[in-house]
C-alpha cells in the first residue's frame, strides 16, 4: 500500500457520520441530518421542559423534536446550567394531514408577516396569557421585538424576534433576552416550523448579538439538509387568521428555557414536578 494513502484512510476512519433522522408528519417520512455539534433532547429533564411547553403554546402545536449544543445538554442534564442554544421542530396539528403546496406556503408567509407587523399587540397579548396560565403567574413575556422576516427561497422564510423573559418566583423579578428564529419549511407537502433560541447577553448590543445569531440560526437549518418543495398549485384559497396566530405563537414558547437556571440552595424539588424547581416556580 503506498504511504501517501495511510494519511487519507486514516482520517477516513476518524471521520464522524452525519446523523441521519426521520419524522413522521401526517403519514409522511422525513429525513434529516442532525446539525453539527447538535444532539437530542431526551431524557426525564426534556420530557418535562417539553410538557411544560406544550402547555405553554396553543394546543394547535406539536412538538416533534428538541436539540440542544452538546455544552448546553450536558449542564442541563447535570443540573449546573441553561439551555442558552437549543432548536425545537414542530408541527400545527391542524396541518399535519393536509398536502400543501408552495402557493399556499405563499399565503401563509405573506399572512405571518402581517401579523407581525399590525398585530404584535395581539401576538404579545395571547402569548403572556398562556404562559401565565401555565406557571400559575410565576413566568411572563416582558416583551417582544420583531425584527423581520426573511425569504430563504420558495419554501422557506424566517422570522427573527427579540424576546424579554420575566421570571416572577420568590416575590422579585428577573428579566433576561433572548434572541428567536423561526423558521417555516415546506417539505413533500407538509409544513415544519423550527424554532431556534439563544441567550443574549444584556451588557453587549442586543441588536448586533441578534443578527450574528441570525447569521449561525441560518446555517443550522441549512444542515438540516430537508430538501425544500419547489412546485406545484395551491390547495387553499386563504389561511384562518386563528391558524395565522398559531403559527405566529408557537415560534415564542421555547424562549421559556431562558429562565431555567442554576439555584444553589435548591430544595424545592418534588416527586411530581422535580422540573419546575429548576424553573424556581412556586406551585
Known amino acids: 500500500m503506498s504511504r501517501r494513502l495511510l494519511p487519507l484512510l486514516c482520517c477516513l476512519c476518524l471521520a464522524v457520520p452525519a446523523r441521519a433522522e426521520t419524522l413522521n408528519v401526517g403519514g409522511t417520512d422525513i429525513a434529516y441530518t442532525v446539525p453539527e455539534g447538535y444532539v437530542i433532547g431526551d431524557g426525564p429533564r426534556y420530557a418535562e421542559l417539553i410538557e411544560f411547553a406544550s402547555r405553554a403554546q396553543p394546543p394547535d402545536i406539536r412538538i416533534l423534536s428538541i436539540y440542544a449544543t452538546e455544552k448546553d445538554n450536558a449542564a442541563f442534564l447535570a443540573g449546573t446550567g441553561a439551555l442558552d442554544n437549543f432548536l425545537i421542530i414542530s408541527v400545527n396539528r391542524q396541518l399535519e394531514k393536509q398536502n400543501l403546496r408552495p402557493a399556499d406556503f405563499a399565503q401563509l408567509r405573506d399572512a405571518v408577516a402581517t401579523v407581525q407587523n399590525q398585530k404584535k399587540s395581539e401576538v404579545q397579548s395571547e ?5 401565565d396560565s401555565a406557571s400559575n403567574g410565576n413566568l411572563g413575556l416582558g416583551g417582544l421585538e420583531f425584527l423581520g422576516c426573511s425569504d430563504d ?11 424579554t423573559q420575566i421570571d416572577r ?8 433576552r433572548q434572541a428567536a428564529l423561526s423558521t417555516w419549511l415546506l417539505t413533500q407537502g ?10 443574549l447577553d444584556q451588557e453587549m448590543d442586543l441588536f448586533e448579538q441578534a443578527a450574528a445569531f441570525q447569521t449561525r440560526a441560518r446555517h443550522v437549518v441549512d444542515e438540516l439538509n430537508i430538501p425544500p418543495d419547489t412546485a406545484g398549485s395551491g390547495l387553499f384559497q386563504d389561511f ?24 444553589e440552595d435548591s430544595r424545592r424539588l418534588t416527586d411530581r414536578f422535580p ?3 429548576l424553573l424556581q416556580v412556586d406551585f
Open 127 to 131: 402569548a403572556e396569557r398562556l404562559i
Open 153 to 163: 427561497g420558495p419554501a422557506r422564510f424566517s422570522c427573527l424576534t427579540v424576546l
Open 169 to 176: 418566583s420568590e416575590g422579585k423579578e428577573y428579566s433576561s
Open 190 to 199: 407538509k409544513l415544519l416550523q423550527i424554532n431556534q433560541y439563544e441567550n
Open 240 to 263: 384562518p387568521g386563528r391558524l395565522v396566530l398559531v403559527a405566529v405563537l408557537g415560534g415564542l414558547i421555547g424562549g421559556l428555557a431562558a429562565v431555567i437556571r442554576k439555584k
Open 275 to 277: 422540573f419546575f424547581a
